[in-house]
């Protein structure tokens, strides 16, 4: 045992150990430990003393060694999830796979028929050097090791340069492996899928992680500490079509930083769902090249969007068709004004063929359209022009629809 070692406190929640000592006060030997998901009781300092510190507010606690467990190696993980003949009391690292025998076919899976491996909720914690289990893994095409409890990405450069060469999907989420940007730059050209959900990383780190996968088309960001987007990620990540950076509620700027995005040539699908965003701003249409130009599906739930200026903006989106807006100020629970808001962004949207990924029938959006002509049929005959130059569809669907008819604001 020792600090930095990655735990599992009462067999189930991980924390990581940041100081092994004494405690005023408290007779015997303490851990000091940060947990990675629940409130502790302080930052590191107890009593006015200072013992360790956490990278967050109040996740910090003490705990005695007997509540401490280790998870399990690659062999032992492997064991529990796809060889039924094992207890759980009875798993060792030293377990040959020829040793099963074709007798055994009962009782073991037959490891080299699968190309998914899943071992999500094993708390894997080392990737041990057992050759006949890794012999018969070679063929696999998706590793997932979800809830890990592995210290450095050093230990899975390793293990996939030396057993994994076909590995395209590879899910490491809900693990707080640390980053050395010093280690070689190996590359794993193969891999086209990353998931790394709730990692507590930031973009620094997510930006240099993307150096050792070049052809990424697919990447879960969610549940991170993402406030900003720089260019140097967005250089590491030319090929992408799917992004999704949701429960970043740190992110917040749409420009510069979601603009940023819309570099992305090949992108078809962005998640942005709670990540505070207020509003959706473009740069004047003079000061740059298209962005987004292969955008497909928007999904933007749970945000901060009040205005339908954003909804306006959109517009030049011409690969949109699929938007999520709700539970977003413009979009409010109550049924009678969520009904107007939907006719109010279908009519804005004209390419759009799903709204809160329901589908948008032709009659439903004929109504709509007719229904916003109408709604500002007064302020266009008031100032035609300005008006026009906010409400962008507007005249498109005069041309469609006909001239609405004018009318009384007071009415």
């Not at 996740?59 to 005695?64: D, E, K, L, N, V």
């Not at 050093?154 to 590879?170: D, G, R, V, Y």
């Not at 035609?384 to 604001?409: A, C, W």
């Amino acid at each position: 045992m020792k600090i930095g070692d990655h735990i599992l406190v009462d067999g189930k929640s991980p924390a990581t150990i940041c100081y092994i000592g004494l405690v005023d006060g408290h007779p015997g030997q303490w851990i000091g430990i940060e947990w990675w998901h629940q409130e502790g009781k302080h930052n590191g300092t107890y009593n006015d003393k200072f013992y360790f510190q956490t990278k967050h507010q109040l996740t910090g606690s003490f705990i005695r060694q007997e509540r401490i467990q280790y998870g399990n190696s690659f062999t032992q993980a492997i064991c529990r999830q796809y060889v039924k003949s094992f207890s759980n009391e009875n798993i060792t690292d030293d377990i040959n796979y020829s040793l099963f025998g074709k007798q055994y076919s009962d009782y073991v899976v037959d490891l080299s028929s699968i190309i998914r491996i899943d071992l999500s909720s094993q708390w894997v914690n080392e990737f041990d050097n057992n050759a006949d289990i890794y012999n018969n893994l070679r063929q696999i095409k998706e590793l997932n090791i979800r809830q890990n409890l592995l210290k450095n990405w050093s230990e899975l450069w390793i293990i996939l340069e030396k057993n994994f060469p076909q590995l395209e999907i590879l899910n490491v989420s809900n693990s707080r492996m640390n980053f050395d940007k010093s280690s070689a730059l190996n590359k794993y050209i193969h891999i086209t899928q990353l998931v790394v959900i709730d990692t507590d990383n930031d973009c620094d780190v997510f930006e240099n992680l993307c150096k050792h996968f070049p052809n990424l088309i697919n990447i879960h960001l969610d549940l991170n500490r993402l406030s900003f987007i720089s260019e140097n990620f967005i250089n590491q990540i030319q090929n992408l079509t799917n992004l999704s950076l949701s429960d970043n509620p740190t992110l917040k700027s749409w420009d510069p930083y979601v603009n940023r995005l819309g570099k992305l040539k090949y992108l078809e699908e962005l998640i942005l769902n709670n990540c505070g965003i207020e509003e959706i701003k473009f740069p004047q249409e003079n000061q740059t090249i298209e962005l987004f130009p292969s955008l497909k599906y928007l999904y933007m739930s749970d945000n901060n969007i009040s205005s339908y200026t954003s909804i306006n903006e959109l517009t030049c989106l011409s690969s949109l068709i699929s938007f999520s807006i709700l539970r977003n100020p413009i979009y409010p629970l109550n049924q009678i004004e969520c009904e107007t808001a939907k006719q109010m962004i279908l009519a804005r949207l004209p390419n759009l063929t799903h709204l809160n990924r329901v589908f948008i029938s032709r009659d439903e959006r004929r109504g709509a359209e007719i229904d916003y002509l109408q709604r500002y049929a007064h302020e266009y005959f008031e100032n035609k022009l300005d008006f026009l130059n906010e409400h962008k569809q507007y005249k498109k669907l005069i041309e469609k629809h006909g001239e609405p008819l004018k009318s009384n604001p007071n009415e």
